[in-house]
């Protein structure tokens, strides 16, 4: 499995009564498919993982895979408890996903054997390859990402800590494996704004919140960083993500909730995020048209 585009997180919809909108999300992923995301990735981050009930990750890794249809892969989210990460690995293969990103165990922090352990046992849950998620509590050591990558059903690496030396030491670790088909991404809140830096790295794939919000903004990014120039890349930088990120920073949770915010100023409601995270207030929201008017305004340009 190999992906080359943005790396699509799509919200998940709440209708009014609080329950998962699956004719929104629907509508949301396919009108993003025409700029053309190198992989889908529902119920992850971005999808609220966190506040999904197990039908409620049925449901929606369903709609996902009915709404892209083939055309890209279909990864969706499995951590927390053990048992409700083995039970969303199930319910993902039920579901016609591609593979599963592993987010980080339930609050404990293990020694690192126990973080390997947890992910081959999520990943022996089901039959679809992983990619390991390194964030907070599921924190890898490069030998402990190496050993994983001896078990092919591990197929990726996700660094959501930011620790760039460790990031190196991590991507060396497996080359040194001699496996060719494992892959790494930045998933840095707004990854957008590290991506340069992580490029250098051998870390040449990232995940965007930013696609699900303002996708003609993220693909602009994109093909700036693609094609190499530099000027474009960073007026974008400049201009649209490092005031979101000033603005992302004022409120814990913000890396989600002004993702639907910004879908709700374009007129497609998407409904709030749940507890314990909390909407953006007026004032947030003023800010946010500004910095989505901004960045349209470049790329139009």
Known sequence: MQFTGVLFFPVTPFSASGSVDTARLREHIRSRLDYQPGGVFPACGT??????????????????????????????????PLGHARAAARVAEEAGAD????????????????????????????????????????????????????????????????????????????????????????????????????RGLGIPLYSSAAFAMAPEIATAYYRAYID??????????????????????????????LIKAGLRLDGFDVGSVRPPLVDPTESQLVELKGILAAGRELVDA
Do not use: C, M, W
């Open 228 to 257: 190499g120039d530099e000027p474009a890349r960073h007026r974008l930088l400049e201009g649209f993500y490092a005031p979101l990120v000033r603005l992302r920073d004022q409120t814990p949770g913000f890396g989600v909730s």
């Open 99 to 198: 593979a599963l990103l592993v987010l980080p165990p339930y609050l404990v922090k293990g020694p690192t054997d126990g973080l390997v352990a947890y992910v081959e046992d999520v990943a022996a849950a089901s039959s679809l390859p992983v990619i390991i998620y390194h964030r907070a509590n599921g924190a890898f050591t490069a030998s402990a990402v190496a050993r994983l990558a001896a078990n092919p059903k591990v197929i990726g690496f996700k660094d959501g800590v930011g620790d760039v030396g460790l990031a190196q030491e991590i991507v060396s670790a497996v080359a040194a494996t001699g496996r060719t088909d494992f892959q790494f991404f930045n998933g840095l809140l707004t990854a957008e704004l590290s991506q340069g830096a992580y």
């Open 47 to 80: 999808g609220e993982f966190h506040a999904l009930d197990i039908e409620e990750i049925r449901a929606v890794v369903i709609t996902a895979v009915n709404a892209v249809n083939g055309q890209v892969p279909v990864i969706a989210g499995a951590g927390g």
